[in-house]
């Protein structure tokens, strides 16, 4: 019964991420044949003589941590609500200052001390989460809307917290989470993009969340008339984030050892929103694939890593990666997707045609 | 007498893909007349409108028009509105954030500079005229409903218009609002507009109207005086059967059972969309709601479910009382329910047949409890096989097969969560005559097998052959219950048109 006329990346079971792929291919191509010593990856040794992997591709997969992270909870308010928050950079300062005030607060760092003002990092950024997500389940508030509001005073929210200073912390743990542990040469950043994707995948595993998200998502009426409550869902989907973007405060904060609520995972927004369209995703909702947003932040960054490289000056660097990131959005548009649809119809009527006339003339 | 009308339009066909929505179709208007519009659902009415306001395109016929040398073109709705035709839909098309004056004037001032103080004086001159009680600058959302519709009337009639289309203009007002606009109507056609008035509701076009035209599966039945067409003869022209042909269907044994348990049982129970009622069902029944559509029997199945909120009334299941509040309360109490709009309320169309099949009992289980893949597959794949589901594969997202398939599949998520009482509303709608008839005879099938049914569909027939007892409804009121010898074509149309049914 199964038609043998799926196209060729379907069977691979690769879809939606086409595009992105494809991006992110030719992006090394390019490096490839611009410079190969890009790709270099070198073993330096760092202040305390511990040997550290360095590099551009090193450096892009490390920085690319917080944008992974929080790209993974983007996608899942997207898939729920058709909409996305705008508010994860503010509300990541929020909790940011909330972790290494409580941290210099309790003095001693240690494992315990860390573990509790972790925790109190993750309940923060949850709670505000849930604010977004009541305004936009129980209020029906469209989220770029109900966001807008952490999104303009999140940051002052975070100066409150901080008392107008940039609070510094200086510890060898706070090193080891933002930068590497001792005799570990993989960037720590890394490992916790790891873990929140495993904790992601436990969660859908055991749970029927990725069910519940679609189906709200693409049709909410329906969803509900099958008992499923769509404020349940959307608040879930909050809360998630909510743990992502602790999780990428966490480590914006040990990177830099310090909490400026300024510059701290500033404009993440809209690099997250842009991961999840590079992924494929819809932004209206819907269908979603976490992997598709994952490469898409590893696309943005590798894009920035490149440009930087190729000695492009910070402040034009932005309008460069406009310029490639409207054809990889273009490509995956709708419009583009029917002119190749009807493209693939045109050639393969036109080889109907030809093997129709072959056979005649036999 | 030829001078009085305003508007003929003759042999008008429409074909959309697969279907002919109208078929040489003839409506004529005269001035001064209030002219209903009626037929079932799918009938063509909409899409005769949509030809005369030039939202579609015809393919055939004429449209003359009073005061217009020769044929008039109309091939948007902008021509129309030149041509003096008015259409006031059943939605407010009006901004209820600017005045009532604004609202009138929107669109038609002339030149860049707008002297609104100017505007304001006609507007207050056309309400009081009409009769209308609004304010010129008030704002229009602080009116009520009836108000609104009348200052949308009120813009359309001083644009003169000659024909005035209402399309159910009175689907969501109070009795006291409709009578208002009945008031209006009435105006009107004394100063010699004439109205096109689209309606479900029998009762209020006996009250206003001079004629009525009647279609039925997209071609003109007649064209009636008022005082020449009973309600009941009526209702048999829009059903399409003629009063003499009424002939009894064939018959199963189809007796309520009065030995088996109460499976469901409701007594006053409302909702914001329905007027309290009480209902019962028993074991391996069959029953329905049926009346024209409009007349609440979605909204009592609704009801049932908890689809809408339900704002009263006491529930029993199987004796023991409990609380339907939402969907899912009523599926762990065993009911299940088949939405009235398949695409609307019961497809999830970008998910796959399997994921819409499980989708019911896979939330019944639980958050925290999914199926495992290979179950999920073994369900979806017994479903389609005993349902003859034609679809690639069970990964097709649903929303690519067929009508008939769709309905399948939901009907297939209910079947799964093993209900004791299912709700199938409108589940042959809009698909083949051979699915139709599949799912009247697995009704039959789930009966025997203890399971109880409510069905509703607006084809009477498919009631009748299936349902063992029928409740009657009429403007969002239970107006009668049949059982046994009356479950006929007549007797069900006596019950909608104001007859009395005898019970027993």
Known sequence: MVKKTEGFWKRLGIGQLAIPLTAMALLFLFNLIRDPGFFEVVVNTNNSGNPVLGGNLISVINSASELAIISMGMTLVTAACGGQ???????????????????????NINAGTLIAAALACVATAVAFMLFNGTLVSVFKIQPMIATLILYSCGRSIAYWITGSATPQVDSPIITAIGMTIPGIPVPTPVFMVILVGLILAVIFKRTNTTLYTQSVGINERAARLNGISPVAVKMLTFGLLGMCVAVASIIATCRMS????????????????????????????????????????????????????????????????????????????????????????????????????????? | MQNDVVLTMRGISKQFPGTKALDHVDFTLRRGEIHALMGENGAGKSTLIKVLTGVYEKDGGSIHIEGIEGEAAIHSPQDAQNAGISTVYQEITLCPNLTVAENMFIGRTDGAIVHWKDYEKKATAILENLGIPARARQELSSCSLAVQQMVAIGRAVDMNCKVLILDEPTSSLDEKEVAMLFKLMRELRSRGVGIIFVTHFLEQVYEVSDRITVLRNGELVGEFEVSELPQLELVARMMGKSLDDLSE????????????????????????????????????????????????????????????????????????????????????????????????????????VRDNIILALQVMKGYFKPMKKSEMEKFADEYIRELNIKTASQNTPVGSLSGGNQQKVIL?????????????????R?????????????????????????FISSEIEEMLRTCFRLIVMRDGNTVGELTGDQLTQSQVMETIAGGEAQHG
């Not at chain 1, 598709?292 to 402040?315: F, K, P, R």
């Open chain 1, 85 to 107: 928050d705008i508010s994860v950079g503010a509300v990541g300062a929020i909790s940011a200052s909330v972790f290494i005030k409580l941290l210099i607060g309790m003095g």
């Open chain 1, 258 to 362: 310090q909490v400026s609520h300024k510059t701290i995972l500033v404009d993440i927004e809209m690099d997250a929103i842009l991961a999840v369209a590079i992924g494929g995703n819809s932004l209206g909702g819907g269908k979603f694939r976490m992997s598709g947003s994952i490469l898409g932040a590893y696309i943005i960054t590798m894009l920035t890593v490149t440009l930087l490289a190729m000695g492009i000056n910070s402040v034009n660097i932005k309008a460069y990666k406009a310029v490639v990131i409207i054809i990889i959005v273009a490509a995956g548009s709708p419009a583009i997707k029917r002119w190749i649809a009807a493209w693939k119809r045109r050639k393969s009527a036109g080889e109907k045609d030809a093997a129709v006339k072959g056979g005649a003339a036999s």
């Open chain 2, 249 to 352: 269907l064939e018959k199963i044994d189809k007796h309520v059972p009065t030995d088996t348990e109460t499976v469901y049982e409701a007594s006053g129970l409302s909702s914001v969309a329905r007027k309290p009622f009480d209902f019962q069902i028993r074991r391996g029944e069959i029953n329905g709601f049926t009346g024209l559509l409009g007349s609440g029997r979605s909204e009592s199945v609704r009801a049932i479910f908890g689809a809408d909120s339900v704002t009263g009334g006491r529930v029993r299941i199987k004796g023991k009382e409990v609380r339907i509040t939402n969907p899912h309360e009523a599926m762990k109490n065993g009911v299940g329910y088949l939405p009235e709009d398949r695409k609307r309320d019961g497809i999830i169309a970008d998910l796959s």
């Open chain 2, 412 to 428: 297939a998520r209910w079947l799964l969560t093993h209900p004791d009482y299912l709700i199938l509303d409108e589940p042959t």
């Open chain 2, 430 to 454: 809009g698909i083949d005559v051979g699915t139709k008839l599949e799912i009247q005879r697995l009704m039959l099938k789930l009966a025997e097998e203890n399971m109880s049914v409510t």
